[in-house]
């Protein structure tokens, strides 16, 4: 139990309004880290390298992440986001593009994760808002061996999903439009 469960558990020190408010406000912090970590535990950690999580599973990590980001978060799925699992490492190459994505959006938007058949042959990201753009950094560190020496902290978390997709036999493609980016992720065959 933590300080702030105990002082609400035990009716508090009487500080009333402004006490009930710094309680809410230290819960949401603590809510907002422990969404954090579960993403980035199933995105980059050892978390998420098997098949065992569906795609709605993948979208309960990614909506709290983003909308503490201020980015929106939409889910396109053809059959029920539950029974829908993609190949081994799948939502964790999807959540480490998901991250990637928010780098390209300096000013927030949304982000849509489309899903494509029963075993998300085929997933579609999609990011959209004001000056969306692929930073020259960004798109180098997407490249089969790029140099690590040159990686900033924009950049690594597209590094890694990048290994990640080749890790796991996915191909990605990435189109850039005014205010919009994609990425497309295909199992290999």
Known sequence: MNGAELISDLGGGGGGDLEQEALALIGTSARQASERLSFFRVAFG???STADQSVADGAALAEPYLKARKIAFELECDADPKSVRPPVGGMKVALGFICTLCECLPRGGSISL??????????????TGDGANLLPEVASALEEGADIANLTSRSVVAHIA???ARRFGMDFAL???LNALEIRLRTQR
């Open 162 to 164: 990048a290994e990640n």
């Open 175 to 177: 189109e850039e439009a």
């Open 114 to 127: 489309g899903v494509t058949g029963a075993a998300a042959e085929e997933m579609v990201l999609k990011a």
């Open 46 to 48: 050892g978390a998420g």
